[in-house]
């Protein structure tokens, strides 16, 4: 009896103990936590973390667009009917991208009816991708349509939702994706931007796009690191590596790149080089688009 | 040994094994969800727009790595550090370039910050381009196996 008992409480304390040694890559949402190799290191990598590169939201691409003078255009912005066609993670990644940018540029021009059906879509390829929980309540959605007229209160939401995929994005070992689905936000805003900015009085459209140069330069960086992961990253980064060679040729570029004030830096595209810019990033954006 | 022993030494194993989870949980300290809770107070009024954890342990050789934080001339912008989860002072710079550039210019450091305030705040001044956050890890002389995490925010306006 005795030996019975001595089993029985070594098997609650082993349970115990191993509920709180086995759960160290969960948060405490459930979520797995699990460290990636790019910006983190596991307790037996003897390499130490390596350099990484930060990707910004494209909800912050859009804000400085429409500081800029960015006007709203209807039909840019992706057919919201295409969400259902794409198939595949790395389509889907894109597609999430993409319509996070259109998402940003209708709330920033106070496009109600489009803004919900943005995030309709948003929704829709996330709960795809398998980041239900980013959307887990029904309230954020709801408080989405309810203040999407109010600036403020949907900036506030959408940098809430922002937060929650970069948890997500870290916390499941999913950094390709976020880089995947960076690129399709990056790609559309830089189209939408060379679309309508050559048509907004006194926009300075070389200067927003010599801009971006370092957000660009950031992505090719962390898209290398898992272009062995995925076969279509590998093409990707050549066509944005044909965008980053085209701004970089533009008088001015490269100075203001290396100068201590680059503010100050006269950047003088010619007609022709702002035209070859847009028609790269419309060739990229149709074959994401699809 | 009858039931009721039984039942007592299952209370007692119970109790010890609980105490045993909450003192394991205690020491999570890498929670991506609470350290942005315990960072967003500090960005205010600023716009979050992306942040970073990065896990680390303390090894024999210190180390060091860095992140490249692209930034918009149009924007302004705050970055919030978090070291509550590093049980050991890191060293945290920031810089104009990179550390291929012999005239990059030291924008911020966390030297003369104390432990007992683990958020750290640093507004970049206008028109600037890009940063790079180098992390300065120190080595583990002792052998303690530290580990931990540095939690980034990043936000705009």
Redesign the interface.
Known sequence: ??K???L???A??S???W???GD?NH???GKD?T?TTN???S?E??T??????????P??IA??FK??GLKYQAGIANDVKKEASYSGSYEQSLGLGIYSSDLAYCVLNKQKQEAISYMNAVKALSDKLGMSTVFDSESLLKRFEANVVNEDSV??IL??I??RS??FF??NDRQMSAAVVFSGAWVESMYIASKILPKTKDSKMA??LA??L??L??LL?ELANHKDKEPAIANLITQLETVQGIITSIPGVKE??ESE???DVKISASEEQLKTLAAKLEEIRTAMVK | ?NRY??FL??L???V???G??F???SK?L?????L?KKTEPAMKPY???????????F?KKG?K???????????QYKIVFNTSGMPKKVGINVYDKDKSSSKRKLLFSNADSLETDPVLVFNPEK?T??VFVD?D?PADTLGL?I?G?LYFM?G?K
């Open positions: 009896m005795k019975i008992s001595i029985l409480a070594a609650v304390l349970t115990g103990l509920s709180c040694g160290e948060d405490h949402d936590t460290a910006d983190t290191m307790v990598d003897e130490g973390p390596t350099d990484s590169y930060l990707l910004p939201s909800l912050q804000y400085i500081k800029s900036m506030f940098s809430d922002q937060s970069d948890e870290s916390s200067d927003q801009d971006q370092g957000i330069e950031n960086k203001m790149m004030k680059p503010q | 040994m022993n039984i030494t299952l007692l194993a119970a010890v094994a609980t045993f989870a003192i394991q949980k999570d890498c929670n991506p969800v609470d942005k716009t979050y727009d992306s942040a970073k954890m990065s896990r680390l342990q090894m180390q790595f860095s992140t490249e934080v692209p930034l918009s001339l149009f924007g028109h381009r890009k992390y890890v196996k580990k995490c990043l705009y």
